[in-house]
């Protein structure tokens, strides 16, 4: 099943039933209102909303119209909670090998996490306002999950059932900021401004085989500019879902629309490119001793998409503008 949020004047925007294919869907008002109000009560909901996709799909649903990616804003606009990890080791690794960070203690055992900002995130064809070039503008591809009430101390093995929705995420983050923020130890707060979401989130067994041990096994396709710029695998993974939920969980309670990212997907495989610009930079340090690539300047665009194997979008695609937050 795939859900998205179009805008209507409000916070919360619409609940929408989307096919599979992207191109229709059919309002989901007469059983759910919002995606927060769907997560609250997914229990519910669920077999209607599934009953009404089906219906979509096979033509017969009543009043269905063209999906426009242009009017959906982030499956789900503002969240009670939006908890990023690092589970792709690699990243990690190049970072401290290139610009000399000591390693994290537990680097390897304990999930890196931080809590960031939920309560403005951005549609997947919103501009994104920043108000400096000078702050490093970059981008980070990621997973995601959506999660119904999670009990504090939930276990990986208990986590599976918890997690109810897939997406699709641009982490932005401002890189001038980031040592400054982690110097203090306190988490990062201007680093991190609104991140955005592809049009739809879905439910897992839309990615069949594809959704295996707590991971996307898909490569996350990314363009700069309109030119290539990677097309990493969540397959490689470090810490899966199932965990990240567990170390979110472990000292409090998660409540039902509590969003939590995979961090930067990365591959071992240089070959395949990079979902952030940090990461391409930290390859030229490492190869030449120096990097040759700038962050965002006001003007560019970023892609990102997710293909299944048949070549089929499954998040729809995250197509966005960096412009100057300045009036």
């Known amino acids: 099943m795939k859900l998205g949020t179009l805008k209507n004047g409000t916070r919360d925007g619409q609940l929408v039933v989307v096919s599979r294919d992207l191109l ?23 077999p209607a909303l599934r009953a009404l996709y089906d219906a979509l799909n096979a033509g017969t649903a009543h009043d269905a119209f063209d999906f426009d990616p242009t009017a959906a804003t982030a499956p789900l606009p503002r969240a009670y909670q939006w908890c990023d990890g690092s589970a792709f080791l690699n990243h990690g690794r190049l970072m401290e090998k290139a610009f000399g960070i000591a390693p994290v203690p537990d680097f390897e055992t304990v999930p890196l996490m931080y809590q960031g900002a939920s309560d403005d995130f951005l549609g997947p064809r919103d501009d994104v306002p920043l108000p400096s070039e000078a702050h490093g503008i970059d981008f980070e591809g990621e997973f995601a999950i959506m999660v119904d009430d999670v009990p504090m101390g939930c276990t990986a093995e208990q986590a599976a059932g918890h997690i109810k929705l897939l997406l699709q995420v641009n982490d932005v983050s401002l890189r001038a900021f980031t ?21 739809v989130a879905v439910t897992p067994d839309e990615l069949g085989s594809a959704w295996k041990e707590g991971r996307v096994h898909l490569p996350l396709q990314v363009r700069w500019n309109g030119e290539w710029f990677g097309h990493p695998n969540g397959r490689e993974m470090n810490f899966n879902f199932h965990q ?34 940090a990461e391409r930079r930290a ?11 700038g962050f965002m300047r ?17 998040f729809g695609a995250i197509d966005q503008k960096v412009v100057s937050a300045s009036p």
């Open 298 to 314: 006001f003007g560019d665009t970023v892609r990102m998409e997710v293909l299944d194997a048949d070549g089929r979008s499954v």
């Open 24 to 46: 229709r869907a059919v309002h989901a008002r007469s059983i759910v209102s919002t995606m927060q109000d769907a997560i609250e009560n997914w229990a519910e909901v669920e």
């Open 283 to 293: 390859l030229e340090m490492i190869a030449h001793g120096k990097p040759s690539s």
């Open 179 to 199: 040592p400054l923020e982690m110097k203090k130890g306190f988490g990062f707060l201007h680093a991190k401004p609104s991140s955005s979401f592809a049009p």
């Open 244 to 277: 990240l939920i567990a170390h979110a969980a472990a000292t409090r309670r998660l409540r039902a629309g509590t969003v939590i990212g995979s961090g930067t997907v990365s591959n071992a495989d240089s070959s395949v490119g990079s979902a952030c610009i």
